[in-house]
């Protein structure tokens, strides 16, 4: 009877493992609010600024250690368009659909890059090289059509070169193995 | 101090009220019911559904009833062909994208939807939504999770979290591809589900319902080689006569008993027994942890809670009662004591109990309550609700059948048995016998109404021979979380407390009948009214002391040997274990 049933010792160092200790430090930080729920988007944000995405191990773990349930983690998680639930490609493609970039033409860019990829708006391909998003300017209208690869800014796409420049990033990673 | 006086015209109805009223409140107060359907008074304010607007003359626009507080000189009215038409197009899109398939839904005929939809005027759907595709969860052994069904009223999100301190449930994603479910969208005994089933009770439509077991049940009434046993649960008898039309509060015990008869059962015997038995394992188990602790000792018949402490509370662990559940404790004499008693082979014996619970499914497929071979000892746990569509489908009615007795020997019970459904009923049978344990003298005393505990959480001192016992009763997890910390932050000494997972105890339980026509889910007055017979039962019963009942004492002398022997502990004891994921308390 005297052995200790308790897991909470378990779940803690779990949870503080599968975020690192400069998560750990900002829910101890926020752990001195008169609120610590109320900071549970910021320490979203800066859990997926660590790991590039949300993973439900993440939810959980940020759960444990917030004391916030887990079903509400997960709910505000997949409610806000900004936090991704899976994770990035190797390469996120900002395509942008704002005014400009669309009368010239990004929405045959976009079909483009669909069919080349396989995927749609907010997904990876299946080969996780490039993940596919809508932006809404990109703040290079004299340049339109516009789309950011990674850190990359392509100005004045066509949909012919889709495939070049899609190319060009998946030659890179083939000369990386090659090396 | 008293609240400021509002007042206000409700349709041209002058009126005063307190400030913080709700139009809602003081509509019902002039006797106005206005159309709801996300509105429970008992949980916090959605108003998400938009069925319950009103024309409030100075906005300009409808307001929802439930949210909005009355204001000084506001003028309100209710009812005008432009609401009741605003009202019936709201219903409308809240249809457009349902399934058309209320004939084939559990819920036809008691679905909140199906009725508001009739009484606002829906003859015609006149729009064609797009539908919604989600695949059915179905992987619980107690809980079905349908999405497709669902009209994201959050009803179950505020039940789980607020009455019953759990919330497992949450709105995932946004607009139209909104779902209900667990963190992750895990499969529900994969989350920290307790499978208490409330979210069955307050869904309006069928988003939630139970694992149905009623085809295995049917199917073992057909085989002649199975013995088909049957018990049910204290609140049963309580309850089962409102799926047939008789008033709430109407006992139903004799008509249940014959109706199980009809349908095949073999033996009908009464989980009554099983509750005597607890009481005398837990009064003796009570006994030695009053000289070795560790105390408090913590009650463990609704199987809601002991998931609740696995998950939520897992240091309690030592603290709850290593007693089965009555129901299992019955269901392993089935198959032991009573199968040897009539010469049949345990494997011919197909137990089914009828519980007013979800929870109870889970506790009987739990691995510790299997035989040495990993049969379970309870083949089958069927809701209340299961039971009155079988009766249904076989075509009786209840009223005009006339009484039958259960079979002994499990069948033959004492008043302390009967009040297991209610809550506060095992502490006050519990105290009835422990206070012989203790004196060694016959109780003199046996209503303890102290412990009877209406609100949801009580606390109470009672003289037991030299000992001041201090004893709490929680029903509703989010009460029992008050006496639960005050045990786990060792703030506050008690000897014994009771949890039951549901409001009201098992009377309030997720596998009862929904409510009646006027009632609803969670009524105190539904509530009472089922908790009224079982103490109606017990207050006429001649054996009210489960150590008087002369079934139990033969089973101690004839089979166990004696309450705590290493038999008893066998047959009748359990164990538990921290589950993982761990809930938030």
Same mark, same amino acid.
């Given at each position: 009877m005297s052995a200790s049933t308790d897991n909470w010792t378990e779940v803690e160092t779990t949870s503080r493992e599968v975020l690192g200790p400069d998560i750990v430090a900002l829910v101890e930080q926020c752990q001195k609010d008169p609120y610590p729920a109320g900071r549970l988007i910021h320490v979203l944000h800066e859990v997926q600024a660590k790991f590039g995405y949300l993973a439900p191990a993440h939810l959980d773990a940020v759960a444990q250690l917030l004391q916030v349930p887990a079903a509400k983690v997960a709910g505000v998680a997949s409610f806000y368009h900004y936090f991704r639930l899976s994770p990035p490609g190797r390469w996120t493609i900002s395509l942008c659909l704002g005014t400009a970039c669309y009368v010239k033409g990004a929405d045959q860019i976009a079909q483009k890059l669909c069919d080349q990829l396989g995927i749609t708006f907010g997904e990876t391909s299946p080969d996780g090289m490039f993940t596919l998003e809508a932006a809404r300017c990109l703040g290079a209208c004299g340049l339109a059509p516009v789309m950011m690869v990674g850190d990359d800014m392509h100005a004045q796409v066509t949909p012919d070169r889709v495939p070049i420049i899609l190319d060009e990033y998946l030659r890179r990673v083939r000369e990386e193995k090659g090396a | 101090m008293k609240k400021k006086q509002i007042n206000l015209t409700i349709d041209e109805t002058p009126l005063t009220v307190s400030e913080g009223t709700t139009i809602m409140e003081a509509a019902g107060s002039l006797g106005i019911h206005i159309p709801r359907l996300c509105y429970h008074p008992d949980l916090s304010l959605a108003g998400s559904c938009r069925v319950c607007i009103v024309d409030v003359a100075e906005m300009g626009h409808y307001m929802t009833a439930c949210s909005v507080q009355v204001w000084e000189g506001m003028v309100v009215q209710t009812n005008s062909p432009a609401i009741r038409q605003a009202r019936r197009d709201i219903v409308e899109l809240i249809l457009d994208n349902h399934p058309k398939d209320c004939q084939t839904c559990e819920r036809d005929g008691n679905c909140e939807l199906q009725n508001l939809a009739y009484s606002m005027g829906v003859r015609n759907r006149y729009f064609e939504g797009e539908r919604k595709e989600f695949p059915i969860e179905s992987s619980s052994v107690s809980v079905v999770r349908d999405p497709n069904k669902c009209i994201l009223c959050g009803r179950c999100v505020r039940v789980c979290d607020e009455i019953q301190g759990v919330c497992n449930l949450s709105q995932h994603g946004r607009g139209f591809t909104t779902v209900v479910g667990p963190a992750h969208l895990a499969d529900m005994d994969d989350s920290v589900c307790i499978q208490c089933g409330q979210c069955i009770n307050v869904c309006p439509t069928a988003a939630f319902l139970e694992k149905p077991r009623t085809n295995d049940v049917w199917r073992a009434l057909a085989d002649p080689e199975m013995h088909v046993v049957v018990q049910t649960a204290p609140s049963i008898r309580a309850a089962i006569g409102e799926g047939f039309g008789m008033a709430p509060g109407t006992a139903a015990t004799g008509q249940m008993i014959t109706a199980l008869r009809r349908l095949g059962f073999d033996a009908v015997f009464d989980t009554n027994f099983g509750a005597d038995l607890t009481i005398v394992e837990e009064a003796h188990e009570f006994l030695t942890r009053l000289k070795e602790g560790p105390l408090p000792m913590i009650t463990s018949c609704s199987p809601g809670w002991i998931s609740f402490m696995e998950r939520f509370y897992p240091e309690l662990i030592p603290h709850a009662s290593t007693c089965r559940s009555p129901m299992t404790m019955l269901s392993v004499l089935a198959k032991t004591y009573y199968a040897e008693r009539r010469g049949i082979s345990p494997e011919k014996i197909y137990m089914v109990a009828v519980m007013p619970c979800v929870a109870k499914k889970f506790e009987a497929a739990r691995p510790e309550h299997r035989d040495a071979q990993g049969r379970p000892y309870t083949d089958a746990v069927l809701t209340t609700r299961e039971l009155i569509w079988m009766v249904k489908c076989y *075509? #009786? *009615? #209840?009223?005009g059948l006339p009484a039958g007795e259960f079979d002994s020997p499990l069948g033959l019970s004492s008043g302390s048995g009967d009040i297991? *459904?209610?809550?506060g009923g095992v502490m006050e049978a519990t105290l009835r016998a422990a206070s012989e344990l203790v004196t060694g003298e016959p109780a003199t005393r046996l209503d303890y109404t102290e412990v009877r505990n209406v609100e949801g959480l009580r606390e109470a001192y009672v003289a037991i021979g030299p000992h001041n016992i201090h004893v709490g009763v929680a029903n509703g997890l989010e009460n029992a979380k008050t006496l639960l910390d005050k045990v786990a932050r060792r703030e506050e000494e008690f000897h014994v407390i009771e949890v039951m997972a549901c409001p009201g105890g098992c009377i309030g339980g *997720?596998?009862? %009948?929904? %409510?009646?026509?006027g009632m609803r889910i969670l009524d105190p007055e539904l509530l009472r009214l089922r908790a009224s017979v079982l103490y109606e039962i017990d207050r006429n019963k001649k054996l009210r002391k489960s150590y008087e009942n002369p079934a139990i004492s033969e089973l101690y002398d004839t089979y166990l040997g004696g309450p705590g022997t290493a038999k008893a502990h066998e047959l009748l004891h359990t164990h538990y274990h921290a589950r993982l994921p761990r809930g938030i308390r």
């Open positions: - | *075509g #009786l *009615g #209840l009223a297991f *459904g209610s809550t *997720g596998g009862q %009948p929904y %409510p009646p026509e």
